[in-house]
């Protein structure tokens, strides 16, 4: 007698184990990308910089104007222009803050990154250490005058500023990182060396208490 093709068929079916469990074919993990918080980050780098009135103890009151949150560098010195290396993978906010008066300038720039870590103090170091004097593209001279001694792994220095319409001066600049942010302090006062550096001194240390550490 011939069979059907369906017969044959289904006495290959009997003959296999019933007790084998037919293959599956595993999907892959489902992967969720948290949705980036910018209003966090903006309010962040707020909330880190010098309150208001902080600076109050060194005779100033307020600060000289709004904020800025233009997009600021973290250091131009020796003409370096630092930033996050991976700063075009990720997301970069800044904000400004700036205090004039009773013989002081005061500026601070915080910067926050999302999606990698800050521009650490030691491309800072290094870029300072490739240079004793540079010019930037206004004609302004700086010429570096030396380090500062700041506590933890902060960096410091002062310069000389020589613009053309200007009598030359000195500001000196700190560079601290905290978690994903980096903090900027840039300081004046007085006219010599020695005051600047302890200026320097004073107003890190009211900023990283700032930053809460």
Same mark, same amino acid.
Request: proline share 5%; net charge negative.
């Given at each position: 007698?011939?069979?059907?093709?369906?017969?044959?068929?289904?006495?290959?079916?009997?003959?296999?184990?019933?007790?084998?469990?037919?293959?599956?074919?595993?999907?892959?993990?489902?992967?969720?990308?948290?949705?980036? @918080?910018?209003?966090?980050? %903006?309010?962040? =780098? $707020?909330?880190?910089?010098?309150? !208001? *009135? /902080?600076?109050?103890?060194?005779?100033?009151?307020?600060?000289?104007?709004?904020?800025?949150?233009?997009?600021?560098?973290?250091?131009?010195?020796?003409?370096?222009?630092?930033?996050?290396?991976?700063?075009?993978?990720?997301?970069?906010?800044?904000?400004?803050?700036?205090?004039?008066?009773?013989?002081?300038?005061?500026?601070?720039?915080?910067?926050?990154?999302?999606?990698?870590?800050?521009?650490?103090?030691?491309?800072?170091?290094?870029?300072?250490?490739?240079?004793?004097?540079?010019? @930037?593209?206004?004609?302004? %001279?700086?010429? =570096? $005058?030396?380090?500062?001694?700041? !506590? *933890? /792994?902060?960096?410091?220095?002062?310069?000389?500023?020589?613009?053309?319409?200007?009598?030359?001066?000195?500001?000196?600049?700190?560079?601290?990182?905290?978690?994903?942010?980096?903090?900027?302090?840039?300081?004046?006062?007085?006219?010599?060396?020695?005051?600047?550096?302890?200026?320097?001194?004073?107003?890190?240390?009211?900023?990283?208490?700032?930053?809460?550490?």
């Amino acid at each position: 007698m011939k069979r059907t093709a369906a017969a044959v068929l289904l006495t290959l079916l009997a003959g296999c184990d019933a007790a084998t469990p037919p293959a599956t074919v595993e999907s892959p993990p489902v992967v969720t990308t948290p949705a980036l @918080d910018r209003a966090g980050l %903006k309010r962040s =780098v $707020k909330d880190a910089l010098i309150p !208001a *009135g /902080g600076l109050a103890s060194l005779g100033i009151k307020k600060p000289d104007g709004e904020d800025d949150d233009a997009q600021y560098v973290v250091s131009d010195v020796c003409r370096s222009e630092i930033m996050n290396p991976e700063d075009f993978r990720s997301v970069h906010y800044d904000d400004s803050r700036t205090w004039k008066g009773n013989g002081w300038w005061v500026n601070e720039v915080v910067h926050v990154w999302n999606g990698s870590a800050p521009t650490p103090v030691e491309a800072v170091r290094k870029a300072y250490e490739t240079c004793k004097s540079w010019t @930037d593209d206004l004609d302004t %001279k700086s010429t =570096v $005058k030396g380090t500062v001694a700041l !506590a *933890g /792994g902060a960096f410091g220095y002062c310069r000389e500023i020589d613009k053309r319409d200007a009598d030359p001066f000195i500001n000196c600049h700190s560079f601290v990182t905290h978690g994903a942010m980096m903090m900027v302090v840039s300081t004046a006062h007085g006219t010599t060396l020695k005051s600047n550096q302890a200026a320097l001194v004073t107003v890190t240390a009211i900023a990283v208490a700032s930053l809460g550490g």
